[in-house]
C-alpha cells in the first residue's frame, strides 16, 4: 500500500513540470491616475486637464475650495448666456458641480475628454492668484444632437490652503459670440 502511495506522488511530481518553481512577479495595476499633490498652480491646472481625460471625479473635485482646508467657498459665476437658458446655473455649488462632472462622465463612456488652456495671464498675490484662459473643452457625448466642442475665456481665483496646495474659490465663465461655454456644458449636464 505504501508502496503504491509513493508511485502515485511520484507520477504526480514528476509530470508536473514546474510545480516548485516560483513564478514572474507581476507588475501593479495602475489605476491611471496623474493627481499630483497641486503645490503649485501649473500642478492644479495639470490635475483640472487629467481629471477630465481619466473622468476620475474624486481628482476633479480636489481642484476646488475644501471648507476643512480653508476658511472660504466655491462660487461660480456662469456665462450669461447660459445662466438665462438654464436657471439651475445661478445658484451652482460643488454639490452640483459633483452631479454634472459624473453626468459627464457617465455620457462620455470610453471616449477621452481634452481640455484646452491657452493664452495665460495670471496675477499672483502671494496666497492667492487669478488666472486668466482662453479654453477649449471636447466633450464627445454619445449624443449627436449636443455640441461636443465647447469655447470660451475663464477667470479663475486660486488660494492656498491649509496643507500648502492651489485650490480654486471663483470660477468665472465668459462665453465668446454664440459658441457653447463649459456653463452651457453645466446646463445640459446637471
Known amino acids: 500500500m505504501k508502496d503504491r502511495i509513493f508511485i502515485i506522488l511520484l507520477v504526480i511530481v514528476l509530470s ?38 481619466e473622468k476620475i471625479s474624486e481628482n476633479y473635485m480636489a481642484s476646488f475650495v475644501d471648507s476643512a482646508f480653508l476658511n472660504s467657498e466655491f462660487n461660480y459665476f456662469p456665462a450669461s448666456g447660459a445662466e438665462a437658458t438654464f436657471q439651475t446655473l445661478s445658484n451652482w455649488d460643488l454639490s452640483a458641480e459633483r452631479i454634472y462632472i459624473n453626468n459627464v462622465f457617465s455620457a462620455v463612456g470610453q471616449s477621452t475628454i481634452l481640455l484646452s488652456l491657452t493664452d495665460e495671464f495670471s496675477t499672483p498675490q502671494g496666497d492667492s492668484a ?13 449624443n449627436p444632437d449636443l455640441p461636443s466642442v465647447y469655447q470660451g475665456n475663464v477667470e479663475f481665483t486660486i488660494k492656498l490652503d491649509s496643507r500648502n496646495q492651489w485650490v480654486i474659490t471663483k470660477w468665472r465663465d465668459i462665453q465668446i459670440g454664440n459658441l457653447p461655454s463649459w456653463s452651457e456644458l453645466r446646463g445640459r449636464f446637471y
Not at 516560483?22 to 496623474?34: A, F, I, L, Q
Not at 488666472?131 to 466633450?139: G, I, R
Open 130 to 142: 487669478i488666472y486668466f484662459y482662453s479654453y477649449a473643452l471636447n466633450v464627445p457625448a454619445n
Open 16 to 53: 508536473s513540470c514546474d510545480l516548485f518553481t516560483t513564478r514572474n512577479v507581476e507588475e501593479p495595476k495602475k489605476t491611471g491616475s496623474n493627481y499630483v499633490p497641486p503645490t503649485t498652480p501649473k500642478l492644479l491646472f495639470d490635475n483640472l486637464r487629467n481629471s477630465l481625460s
